[in-house]
Every structure is written in structure tokens, then in C-alpha cells.
């Protein structure tokens, strides 16, 4: 079956503009987490998402937030953009209480 | 909150030695610790994953060893391939109803010489 997409796999913004990152899980997982992955910091947890309900929220600043629509699919958004945001943001689904199936992530470089 | 230790940051081994990379985490809650590896380009994939409620547990040339008393687990791979070379990450969560807030560690490049 098809794995996690996320799209756009790479992009470029400038400091001050925002960013919506897009999050397709696996059919029939309805549980869908972001995180934040720089060679400074490591992965970094943003968000949980199930049936549309944000579960837990990592400590980021309120200029990252994210949804999940009735289908599953999922989009953070990052307003107000920082060098600092320049990172790989992966997302992952799984089923309620099992194995977190991670897609290629999208590489965000803020200029 | 969690905090999750990974040693080492880097480490080289010889086609067919063994590899070991230790984690320890301080969250006594914790009772979920999976271990990804993630190539370049790629997003992390889990190889093996160990619950609170085992000690050991092995799949081919890979386990993992749970000490909860001391808070620290492993990774072991055995019989080293080249196509091991990646970097390993450890984790760790209170599952509760979900796995999706994982805590990681900050990651291992595993490089296998031929």
C-alpha cells in the first residue's frame, strides 16, 4: 500500500512569509504527527492529530499550528517565518496504538 | 518532561562485528522505546521497537534490551552489513492512547566498512 506523502518535498520562503506543508497518511490510519527535524536540535515533536482532534502539541511557539481534515490528511502551517524554522519537517501515521510510518519530509530553507 | 540520551554520536565498525548504541531516557513513564534508522533522503523507518512489559526482544540480526530499573535500553546489530551504514535513533514514550509524541534521542551514524 502506498506510504505517507507529503508535499512539497522542498521549498523556499523568506523570512516574514508563512508555509503550509501537506500531510497524506496511509489509508486507514487515522493518526497523523509532525515533527521538526534540524542537525542542531535532532526530532522535535510539534503535533498529534486523530479524527481531526489535536492530541498533544510539542513546545513550539504559537506560529506553528496544524489541522487534520475528516479524511485524515493533515497540513501544518508556520506564519511569520525564521532562519531559525529552516529545517526537515517530517510526518508520520500510524494506527491508534502502533508503529509510527514516517514519509520523506518536506525541506523547508528560510532565506 | 522526557529526555532521551544517545551514545554514541558516531560509530565505525568493520563488515561482520557487532554494533551496539545505548539509550537512556529519565521519564519513569515511559514504557514504549523504538529504534528508527533513516538514510539519506529518507524519512526514519522503525526496525524494532521493545514495551515496557519485555527485557529483550530480537528480530534476525537485530534487538533490543530494556533495563527500567536503570532507565537505559540498546540496540544491537550483529553480523554488520555495509547497507547498515545510516544514522540509528532511539526513542521513548508513555503510550497511554497513543505513540505519536515520541522523545528522541539525538542519533548514532553507524558507518560499516567493507
Known amino acids: 500500500k502506498a506510504g505517507v506523502t507529503q508535499t512539497p518535498r522542498y521549498l523556499i520562503k523568506t523570512r516574514g512569509q508563512q508555509v503550509t506543508l501537506s500531510c497524506s497518511p496511509i489509508?486507514?490510519?487515522?493518526?497523523v504527527s509532525w515533527y521538526q527535524q534540524t542537525p542542531g536540535q535532532g526530532l522535535q515533536f510539534l503535533f498529534e492529530y486523530f479524527s481531526e482532534t489535536q492530541r498533544n502539541k510539542g513546545n513550539f511557539p504559537g506560529r506553528f499550528s496544524g489541522r487534520q481534515f475528516s479524511n485524515s490528511r493533515s497540513e501544518m502551517n508556520v506564519s511569520t517565518l525564521e532562519l531559525g524554522d529552516s529545517a526537515l519537517y517530517l510526518c508520520?501515521?500510524?494506527?491508534?496504538?502502533?508503529?509510527?510510518?514516517f514519509g520523506e519530509g518536506s525541506r523547508l530553507t528560510v532565506l | 518532561g522526557e529526555n532521551v540520551e544517545q551514545h554514541p554520536s558516531t560509530l565505525s565498525v568493520q563488515e561482520g562485528d557487532s554494533a551496539v548504541i545505548k539509550c537512556t531516557y529519565s521519564d519513569s513513564a515511559s514504557n514504549y522505546f523504538p529504534w528508527y534508522k533513516q538514510e539519506l533522503g529518507k524519512g526514519p523507518q522503525l526496525i524494532i521497537d521493545i514495551r515496557s512489559n519485555v527485557g529483550e526482544k530480537k528480530d534476525q540480526r537485530i534487538a533490543v534490551t530494556l533495563n527500567k530499573t536503570a532507565k537505559h535500553f540498546s540496540l544491537h546489530i550483529t553480523e554488520t552489513q555495509p547497507e547498515d551504514s545510516a544514522v540509528y535513533f532511539c526513542?521513548?514514550?508513555?503510550?497511554?492512547?497513543?505513540?505519536?509524541?515520541?522523545?528522541f534521542g539525538q542519533g548514532t551514524i553507524l558507518t560499516v566498512h567493507p
Open positions: 526513542a521513548a514514550a508513555w503510550g497511554g492512547t497513543s505513540y505519536g509524541k515520541l522523545t
Open positions: 489509508s486507514g490510519h487515522r493518526s
Open positions: 508520520a501515521s500510524s494506527l491508534a496504538t502502533g508503529e509510527l510510518f
